[in-house]
């Protein structure tokens, strides 16, 4: 049997971790799509900044949403902490523990790449964003697979075949690999509209799709519950992005107009948002696949636990 997670409400911590990085990723996009970025050029700034704006300044959408992004960074750099601590005081699979500090550091860059984003903006601007951008799945990835690490899920065996686990393993590293290139190809599309970047995102999505797909089948008919329920959850998110990827690309590349030049609207802002927060839930959902097909296999041989082996697992 695989480790068993310390505790039932760390897990619901880890959970709520993610839910908030979720709210901080689709607010993050909204303020790309806004053209929010420099709404307010000074950082950092007070998690409650919010509550000194005037009336006025209150009516104007980009600040809003800029400065929402800022505090819901604040909140996940919380919750980050207490997570990192809580696996430290209750976890005993120490090597966990070390990856909850690396979500918490790389929380802690994601917010730096975002200030020096609003600082560097006239020598480094873009090449913050580009960081900034690709980035923020990554971390979320993260927290995810910390979330199925601490749950009672991770502690089942997997019920398939050795030959069949093999397969599905190396199925989920590269649906993971395809989906995480077409979404920093999506960033690059997103911040500069580059014609080979275009190109990119375009033909990186039939091969993402593919291995999504394909992953999705290998989880479905070859796995156990746990993985079917994956299975579903995977196509669903396939499908729904790849309606959204559709819509975003009519939106803004259809019009034979320069993208930079398209007025802002509340259509083409929900529409790009829902894409770019999509491809970061896809990746987390490939990534949580790819964990959980390295779960014990139920029936595998077992070496015998001596008192030696003990001592150096402690």
């Not at 964990?291 to 150096?312: Q, S, Y």
Request: charged share 15%; hydrophobic share 55%; proline share 4%.
């Amino acid at each position: 049997m695989t480790d068993t997670p310390a505790t039932p409400w760390l897990h619901r911590w880890s959970v709520l971790t993610v839910c908030a990085t979720v709210v901080l990723l689709g607010l993050g996009s909204a303020v790309t799509n806004l053209k929010a970025g420099m709404a307010d050029p000074i950082w950092p700034t007070k998690p409650t900044a919010l509550l000194d704006f005037s009336g006025e300044q209150l009516q104007d959408v980009r600040l809003v949403v800029e400065h929402s992004h800022r505090l819901a960074g604040y909140v996940v750099g919380c919750c980050a902490i207490v997570l990192a601590a809580w696996l430290w005081l209750r976890e005993p699979r120490r090597w966990l523990c070390w990856l909850g500090t690396a979500a918490l550091v790389g929380v802690c860059l994601q917010g730096l790449f975002g200030g020096l984003r609003v600082l560097e903006h006239a020598r480094w601007g873009l090449e913050f964003r580009l960081v900034h951008g690709s980035f923020a799945p990554v971390l979320l990835g993260l927290l995810a697979t910390i979330a199925v690490l601490t749950s009672q899920t991770w502690a089942s065996s997997l019920g398939a075949a050795p030959a069949d686990v093999a397969r599905l393993r190396r199925g989920s590293l590269f649906a993971l690999a395809a989906v995480y290139a077409q979404v920093v190809l999506g960033v690059l599309l997103r911040h500069t509209y580059d014609p080979l970047a275009q190109r990119g995102h375009l033909l990186a999505a039939f091969v993402a799709a593919v291995g999504v797909a394909w992953l999705a089948r290998l989880a479905w008919v070859h796995a156990d519950r746990v993985l079917r329920i994956s299975a579903i959850v995977l196509a669903c998110l396939l499908g729904l992005q790849v309606l959204l990827g559709v819509e975003a690309w009519m939106a803004q590349l259809s019009h034979g107009l320069v993208p930079e030049m398209l007025p802002v609207t509340a259509q083409r802002v929900l529409v790009r948002t829902a894409h770019v927060l999509g491809g970061a839930l896809l990746l987390s959902a490939t990534a949580c696949v790819a964990v959980l097909a390295r779960r014990e296999v139920a029936g595998a041989a077992r070496p015998a636990v001596t008192g030696a082996r003990l001592e150096e697992a402690a």
